[in-house]
């Protein structure tokens, strides 16, 4: 029998979210707090896949968050990348041309980490440094819930996808995400 999250409100059990995005919820969140969920989970399973076959949910539900660094000349700009579930990110071509740049790659993990105080596997959108830009690809948007990290490696989230584009820097960037 497979297990089951048990989501609950970020509000009442604030521990199972890193600091940095609980504070950001309940900065620019504060009328819709009651609408932001948290499950802790096992932290083997913090992989999509993993995730949603072992929890048995629906991978149409989860989205997953690349910090990338965009690169022209000495100029370096950070943008995370949301994608579905099961989906890869068309870096080389979309967000390249997108954002002028010469190179797009994966951020530097330890850079990342103390950038953003997340922890590895789990960083999400909610709280980046506010010269990030966020790219979603349009699909995220077709479920009316999403679940993504919350910042520590033993709980997910869960909230409306429409509160995404309520964040700093957010831009829709059509064919970000490209069949796996």
């Not at 076959?53 to 990348?81: F, M, T, W």
């Not at 679940?147 to 909230?159: D, P, Q, T």
Request: glycine share 4%.
């Amino acid at each position: 029998m497979k297990e089951k999250l048990d989501f609950v409100k970020v509000i009442d059990n604030y521990d199972l979210v890193c600091s940095r995005s609980y504070n950001y919820i309940k900065t620019r969140f504060s009328e819709e707090i009651n609408d932001f969920y948290v499950a802790e989970i096992d932290s083997h399973y913090m992989d999509g896949i993993k995730l949603f076959e072992h929890y048995d949910i629906s991978n149409y539900l989860g989205v997953n968050c690349l910090i990338c660094e965009c690169k022209r000349g000495q100029n370096i700009n950070y943008a995370a990348l949301l994608v579905p579930t099961g989906y890869r990110y068309n870096m080389s071509s979309t967000v390249r041309k997108h954002t002028n740049s010469r190179m797009v790659s994966v951020a530097d993990l330890e850079f990342v980490l103390s950038s953003t105080n997340m922890e590895y596997g789990s960083i999400n959108p909610i709280g980046l440094p506010s010269c990030w830009k966020i790219f979603i690809d349009s699909k995220v948007l077709d479920s009316d819930m999403i679940i993504c990290g919350s910042g520590l490696k033993h709980s997910k989230l869960l909230l409306p996808s429409r509160f995404l584009l309520k964040l700093e820097n957010v831009e829709i960037l059509s064919g970000l995400a490209k069949e796996d």
